[in-house]
């Protein structure tokens, strides 16, 4: 088993920023900032954050959620949400509705403005994702996606 505190060293100095690890999660974690890094370069000029895109692409790919049904499923605070979707809604990119299913809540829906965004976004964001990914060839780049899937899926299984 892999002690994530042992050293894995290969020669190179911490101070050159070319150190390797075997430690999977320090490697998720670079990965991820590096991936956040290339999205928010291409995201800020839109004016969105990476939670704000979050939240549009959501809403594409689901259809209109409630609040708290957003804020689960993206893991987000239900607090942070409710900012995160006033400044959604200043914005003109989506609208509260109240709920048919239930009238104490709002479904969030994206505006026309919102979808045209989102596609705007979608596409820029395509542009980090091959950056990111470029030392993978076609099928690396699919397995790593499905290998995350698999441990999101599992992650998200445990915690309900």
């Known amino acids: 088993m892999e002690d994530n505190l042992a050293p894995r060293w290969t020669g190179r100095s911490l101070r050159s920023g070319d150190v390797r690890t075997n430690r999977v999660g320090q490697l998720l974690f670079v990965a991820s900032q590096a991936a956040q ?3 928010t370069e291409r ?3 839109l004016g969105l954050t990476a939670r704000g895109w979050g939240v549009l692409a959501t809403l594409v ?3 209109p959620l409630t609040q708290i049904e957003l ?3 993206m893991a987000i605070d239900r607090t942070a949400m ?3 979707l006033d400044h ?3 914005a003109g990119l989506v609208r509260r509705v109240r709920s048919p299913r239930d009238r104490r809540a709002f479904e969030i829906h994206l505006t026309d403005t919102g979808h045209d965004l989102q596609r705007t976004a979608a596409a820029e964001l395509r542009k980090s ?3 990111l990914l ?3 060839d076609t099928q690396e780049r699919e397995q790593l996606r499905d290998l995350l899937a698999r441990i999101i899926e599992n992650w998200q299984a445990s915690t309900t």
């Open 61 to 63: 790919e689901s259809g």
């Open 71 to 73: 804020a689960h499923g």
């Open 43 to 45: 995201l800020e000029p």
């Open 37 to 39: 890094e290339l999205a």
């Open 82 to 84: 409710v900012y995160l």
């Open 134 to 136: 470029a030392p993978l």
């Open 129 to 131: 994702a091959r950056a």
């Open 88 to 90: 959604l809604e200043v």
